[in-house]
């Protein structure tokens, strides 16, 4: 399965990557001999440098998501939004969709986060 650019996976990617190598820094050092001095000094400073980069991923995250525009829902359409989500959940439980179908619905009510059906 193929995420549209801009996706949620696509965002997170590199924030998770960045606290799964701040974790192993973590480890590495806590392993270490405090006695080698050397060794001790560079996996700290490897330690330190992957928590950097991983403040600067959550940062880059939080600026991402306070900037992103917020979709305007012109007011003529605003009855029917709000009447299709009153009867989404009694349409989901009444087994009329497919799974497929409940994952296109999915996709489309914020395609940027869904994987695309065509491209899957």
Do not use: C
Not at 47 to 67: D, F, I, K, N
Not at 72 to 93: K, M, N
């Amino acid at each position: 399965m193929r995420i549209r650019s801009g996706g949620k996976r696509t965002r997170r990617e590199p924030l998770q990557r960045a606290a799964d190598e701040a974790r192993l820094a973590q480890r590495h050092y806590q392993a270490g001999d405090p006695d080698n001095r050397l060794v001790a000094a560079e996996v700290e400073r490897r330690w330190e440098g992957a928590l950097r980069a991983l403040a600067e991923a959550q940062q880059a995250q939080q600026h991402v998501q306070a900037t992103r525009p917020v979709p305007e829902v012109d007011s003529a359409f605003r009855p029917q939004w709000t009447h299709l989500g009153t009867q989404l959940p009694q349409l989901w439980a009444s087994g009329r969709l497919t799974a497929e179908q409940q994952k296109e619905r999915l996709a489309q009510l914020d395609p940027a986060e869904h994987a695309h059906p065509a491209q899957a």
